[in-house]
């Protein structure tokens, strides 16, 4: 009887001190120690639900802290050094999601109790070595006992123990689920981890709160600055449409000008396509008069023939006069024209005159002498003083 008094001690304990001396221990060690007895397994469920609660709030707490510590834009949090913390941190929130959805319905209904200890304590692992060292290798290297260990847990509950737990379930509870209404707990346990999850939730709600509020401010602070930029742009505006308008003023100006310039230009034209006409007309009179002064000279420089000296003794004067009236149709060309001969022309008209007085000479030379009996006298003495 002492021996079996002595081996009930611990058993003989309340609750409470039970969970305080099996709380030295871990979570794998208290998942193996529901074996015991059924003392034991209760107070060992209540353990491990209570694990799984408090491993929850500590990740929310050292995400918390590590938010604070992190830059809000998701650029700069790239090549922050802290990043690594927080893709390990949101790994780990994954997890427990995944893990509360897994078991947690069912220790809502008060069926099983979380089971797999062991991911609790790499949980608790993980986040411990992240507080302590400032660079972590990578998630996936750090996480990969944590990944297996929860995978293989979730897949062995729902392949051998949830089948089971479901055949247990009531009638109205299943009701219940299947229209996702909230079963209310009948155990303390149940209604600290509801606690525990509407603390949570309700943490998570006023962060959601107050970064909507902080988002809020950035878009009054954006509108601000772009109703600034849109005032300041309006001025702009309003200053490029006078500079417009004075433009559009200046081009029809020059419009006007450009146009009375054409309509000078055509009159313009129009005068030189009359004087071009009136010049041809003239060229062509001084060349007419031209090649007449030259048939002209080319008949005064021949001269008359020897055997008609009778033609120059009764027509005396005839050189006289066709050069004289050579002459004058020369000044009358002239006149006409506006003395615009050229100098060329000056110099034919000096080797003409030449020409022509040298043969007078030669006329007056080889003019047969008469006696003055014939009645000549008067006329070759006219001749031989001109």
């Known amino acids: 009887d002492k021996m079996a008094s002595k081996d009930c001690l611990i058993l003989c304990l309340p609750d409470e001190i039970v969970e305080i001396i099996l709380g030295y221990a871990t979570y794998e060690q208290i998942s193996n120690l529901r074996l015991v007895c059924r003392k034991f397994d209760q107070v060992c469920q209540h353990l491990l639900n209570q694990g799984f609660v408090k491993v929850d709030m500590y990740h929310a707490s050292c995400y918390k802290t590590l938010k604070a510590q992190l830059p809000r834009r998701e650029s700069e949090r790239r090549n922050h050094p802290m990043a690594r913390h927080a893709d390990i941190l949101s790994a780990i929130e994954t997890r427990l999601s995944l893990l509360g959805m897994t078991f947690m319905k069912y220790v809502d209904m008060n069926l099983c109790c979380f089971i797999p ?3 609790v304590d790499e949980i608790y692992r993980v986040l411990r070595f992240i507080q302590d060292t400032p660079s972590p290798p990578r998630a996936h290297e750090l996480l990969q006992e944590l990944r297996d260990i929860s995978s ?3 897949e062995y509950f729902d392949d051998k123990i949830a089948p089971t737990l479901k055949s247990k379930i009531p009638m109205e509870v299943s009701v ?5 209404i909230p079963v209310p707990s009948t155990s303390g346990l149940d209604q600290y981890g509801q606690v525990a999850r509407l603390t949570q939730q309700v943490q998570n709600l006023k962060k959601d709160l107050t970064s909507s509020r902080t988002a ?3 878009q009054r602070q954006k509108g601000a600055q772009q109703e600034k ?8 505006l309003g200053t490029l449409q006078k500079l417009v308008s004075l433009q559009r003023k200046c ?3 020059q419009r006007r000008k450009t146009t009375q310039l054409q309509e000078v230009v055509t009159k313009q034209e129009q005068q030189l396509s009359q004087q071009e006409r009136q010049m041809a007309e003239q060229q062509r009179k001084i060349a007419a008069l031209d090649s007449r002064m030259d048939d002209i000279s080319n008949q005064l420089a021949k001269g008359p023939p020897h055997n008609a000296f009778n033609t120059d003794i009764c ?12 002459m004058s149709l020369r000044r009358s060309t002239c006149e006409t024209e506006g003395k615009k001969m050229s100098p060329k022309k000056t110099t034919d008209r000096k080797l003409i005159k030449r020409s022509l007085s040298y043969n007078d000479q030669a006329r007056q030379s080889t003019a047969p002498e008469f006696p003055a009996h014939i009645g000549f006298g008067k006329k070759k003495r006219k001749i031989e003083k001109v």
């Open 117 to 119: 200890g062991k991911v």
């Open 152 to 154: 293989m847990a979730m």
């Open 251 to 253: 081009l029809n100006k």
């Open 216 to 218: 809020l401010q950035e």
């Open 229 to 236: 930029l849109l005032g300041s742009h309006t001025q702009q």
């Open 176 to 180: 219940r689920m299947t229209a996702n």
């Open 315 to 326: 027509h005396p004067t005839s050189s006289s006069v066709g050069r004289t009236h050579h």
